[in-house]
């Protein structure tokens, strides 16, 4: 079967999917995006992405390219038509396309949109990744990362130097010597008191979805959350730590920088968090 695309209101074969070359997307990344899970047919968490999605648009002066509830309904096309069951939506709103290449812009230009969608076999199993490797890098991004932008270079460049080394992922690093977060997922560590640690969500981050629904469960669970800002030095010698995202869910994170965290094994704190948010995907299925 072959996927199919939502561009710019028509539903065409993703082979045959194509945009402008003048798009301001394609030429200054000029736009914004999300990633939803998909489980069971059902979105996950729905509210807080396309409320993330518009603070986006709004914050770069990007129109809505349609409303909420027709927005909704292409989602839903897009995932009965490419039939997912498990799986993730993208979607990409650009500032649309400007026939001379000027980095000043207008307000009133139409506003491009892309929407993809893919199946895995499940987002959420029952079974957590094992520990993986993390290597820290300085924060070289602009400061404005709570906008979810699809201008990703800095990410892309540390995604890519994890990979060389053998890592999951890149923790990013502030001039002042504080983890910002993953290149794609947010930063956590366990305290030896075993209190959640996570930066709090100033413009050096993103506003993960999933840190927002790990911090609900916990909270609900009884844990300990503080939002501050931690170091590397720190995450070293923590009991724990892990990372979140919609594509990584809950992540045991093992070693840092070569560094072993806690007894070199996913710690039980991030088991539990693990469980939790697997039982609260479960749920969400559910309900359909
Ligand atoms: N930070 C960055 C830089 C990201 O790209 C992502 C993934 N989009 C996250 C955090 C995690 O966000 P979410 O939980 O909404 O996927």
């Known amino acids: 079967m072959s996927r199919i695309a939502y561009v710019n209101g028509q539903y065409v074969p993703n082979a045959e999917a194509s945009v402008n070359i003048n798009d301001r997307g394609y030429v200054f990344a000029d736009g914004i995006y999300e990633v939803i899970a998909v489980t069971k047919r059902q979105l996950v968490d729905p509210e807080w992405h396309m409320q993330r999605?518009?603070?986006?648009?709004?914050?770069?002066?990007?129109?809505?390219p349609?409303?909420?509830?027709?927005?909704?309904?292409?989602?839903?096309?897009?995932?009965?038509?490419n039939r997912v069951r498990n799986g993730f939506i993208y979607m990409q709103i650009t500032r649309g396309v400007a026939q001379v290449r000027?980095?000043?812009f207008s307000t009133e230009m139409r506003p491009s949109i892309v929407m993809t969608a893919r199946?895995?076999?499940?987002?959420?199993?029952?079974?957590?990744?094992?520990?993986?490797?993390?290597?820290?890098?300085?924060?070289?991004?602009?400061?404005?990362c709570d906008i979810k932008s699809i201008s990703l270079l800095p990410n892309i460049l540390g995604k890519q130097?994890?990979?060389?080394?053998?890592?999951?992922?890149?923790?990013m690093v502030d001039e002042e010597g504080f983890v910002t977060e993953g290149t794609s997922s947010n930063a956590w560590i366990v305290t030896k008191d075993g209190e959640?640690?996570?930066?709090?969500?100033?413009?050096?981050?993103?506003?993960?979805?999933?840190?927002?629904?790990?911090?609900a469960l916990a909270e609900k669970a009884g844990l300990t959350i503080i939002e501050r800002a931690f170091t590397?030095?720190?995450?070293?010698?923590?009991?724990?730590?892990?990372?979140?995202?919609?594509?990584?869910?809950v992540k045991p994170v093992t070693e840092l920088d070569g560094d072993?965290?806690?007894?070199?094994?996913?710690?039980?704190?991030?088991?539990?968090?693990?469980?939790?948010?697997?039982?609260y995907n479960d749920d969400i299925g559910k309900s359909a």
């Open 102 to 104: 000027d980095h000043a």
């Open 53 to 64: 999605l518009w603070r986006s648009l709004a914050e770069l002066q990007i129109p809505e």
């Open 260 to 279: 072993i965290i806690g007894n070199g094994q996913p710690g039980s704190v991030t088991e539990k968090l693990f469980a939790l948010y697997a039982a």
């Open 119 to 144: 199946n895995t076999k499940a987002v959420v199993t029952d079974e957590m990744s094992d520990g993986v490797k993390v290597v820290s890098i300085p924060d070289i991004r602009w400061k404005r």
């Open 196 to 215: 959640l640690v996570t930066r709090p969500t100033d413009h050096a981050i993103l506003r993960g979805i999933t840190r927002t629904s790990i911090i």
């Open 232 to 249: 590397i030095e720190e995450a070293k010698a923590a009991k724990e730590a892990f990372v979140t995202s919609t594509t990584s869910l």
């Open 161 to 171: 130097i994890a990979k060389e080394a053998g890592a999951y992922e890149a923790w």
């Open 66 to 81: 349609m409303s909420d509830p027709a927005m909704r309904a292409v989602m839903k096309q897009v995932i009965r038509r």
